[in-house]
Every structure is written in C-alpha cells, then in structure tokens.
C-alpha cells in the first residue's frame, strides 16, 4: 500500500484537463488550493462557481488515514455495508492507545497487553478488506503518512484533527469523523463546505533558528482556532520559496 503509485499516476493525468476547465469556468486564474480542489470534483457533482464558505460540494479524495482510537468505531460500521474491498487506498495506524509512561520499550509492551483486543481487531479487519495496517511502534500516523502517502496536489481524509500536517506536502489534507471516512472507504462522494482561502504572502528568509513550522505557529496564533475553521491556509510569495 506505501506510495500508491498507480493512483498517484492516475490522479496526475486527470489533473490538468480538469483544471483547465476549472479555469475556463470561473474565468480566472486558480490557486493551488482550487487547483486541487476542482480536480477532486466527484463525478455526480456538476462544475460549477461554487462560493467560498457557503456552496456545499462533493468530492472524491484519494485516500483515508485512521488512528486506532477512531478506527473501530469506522471500520465497524463499514463492514455492516457489505462491501468486500474498500474503494479507495486506506490505512490504519496504531499509535493513540500507547500511552508514555516510563520509556518505548516498556510502555509498548504493556500497551499492547492492555489495548491487545483492539489492535487484533484492527488488523484483522484491515487485513480483509485491504486495509494498510500500521502495528504498535510502527511510527506516529502524522509522520507515517507524510513520509509515505502524502503527495503533492492529492486529497485525504483522515479520522484525527492533526490530518492537515500532510498539507506540508502540497495537498489538501482534513480531519474528519469516522462516518465520513466510512462513506469515502465505501466509494461515496464526500460533502464539504467550499474552503475559504487564506493568502499568506511571505517575505525575507528565515534565520539560522527557524524553520517553516515557525512560520506556523505564528500565523496560527494570529488567525486562532476559530479565525482557521473552515479555511484553508496557502503560502507565496518570494519567502516561500
């Protein structure tokens, strides 16, 4: 399941006729953000000017990311759907019900002895409906899918708030309940507000103690939880490079 090549391909050559009628469409250039998200169009949902923060659209994203906690509860109600495969590529990670006590190796071991029930499930059920399966210690899902399933100008979903640091990568990554990573794993289209857009335009450099995560923190703390919900935050300008 790692790299997914053959979606990534796919999603490519989809990608720039899709955009151009975007473009025509609305009559203007098209950020990267709309970029992505005209190319993620569902198929039932008609082009159209969609109105930031009020047009209702449905999508396709190209895959689903759950951490173990979300994931029974998800994976439960979509065996009840009768569905032999999931449609699209997906992955369970198990790091959330490993607890930091006193150090890796003894508090891996005495969280698979408490949680082992759930991890088993989790497996199983990956297992047979082709599920990525992340065991205990395999690694923190945030970084599991930015190292080897984010991709730029792609869409996920994922069932933690902290989906969106795949966004680093140049994709549109949220965080969703576990109904809504049901309905994307069963192949059904997934409803969103239309983002509203956020320009960031960066100047200058970073000095030799910061990095772009930075650059984050700051602009979060300015804009607030509340200033970010439902928006989506894109960088330019010459600081970006």
């Known amino acids: 399941m790692v790299f997914d090549l053959d ?20 009559g203007r250039p098209l ?18 000017k969609f109105e930031r923060g009020k047009s209702y ?46 150090g890796a190796k003894k508090d891996l071991k005495d969280s698979i002895t408490a949680s082992g029930e759930v991890f088993n499930f989790l497996e199983s059920v990956s297992n047979k409906y082709g599920i990525g399966f992340w065991k205990p210690g395999a690694g923190i899902i945030h970084q599991v899918v930015l190292e080897n399933y984010a991709f730029p100008g792609g869409m996920m979903i994922g069932t933690d708030s902290h989906t969106v640091n795949a966004g680093g990568l140049g994709m549109i990554a949220i965080g969703v309940g ?4 049901v309905d994307v794993m069963a192949g059904m289209p997934w ?3 239309f983002p509203k857009l956020i320009g960031v335009k960066l100047t200058g450099k970073l000095n030799g103690w910061t ?5 984050i923190l700051k602009v979060a703390g300015i804009l607030t939880v509340k200033g970010g919900t439902g928006a989506v935050v894109e960088y330019f300008g010459p600081g970006a490079n």
Do not use: N, W
């Not at 979606?7 to 609305?26: D, F, L, Q, S, T």
């Not at 950020?31 to 198929?43: A, D, N, Q």
């Open 31 to 48: 950020t990267l953000t709309e970029k992505i998200l005209y190319s993620h169009l569902h198929t039932d949902q008609p082009l159209g």
């Open 211 to 215: 990095a772009s995560k930075d650059v």
């Open 57 to 102: 659209v449905e999508f396709s994203p190209d895959r689903v990311a759950m951490q173990d906690a979300t994931a029974q509860m998800a994976l439960l109600q979509f065996m009840s759907a009768g569905i032999p495969k999931v449609k699209v590529p997906s992955t369970v990670h198990c790091d959330h019900l490993i607890l930091a006590k006193e």
């Open 7 to 26: 979606m990534i391909r796919a999603v490519y050559k989809a990608m720039p006729g899709r955009i151009a009628k975007a473009r025509k469409m609305v």
């Open 191 to 193: 409803e969103l507000k």
């Open 178 to 181: 576990g109904a809504d990573a």
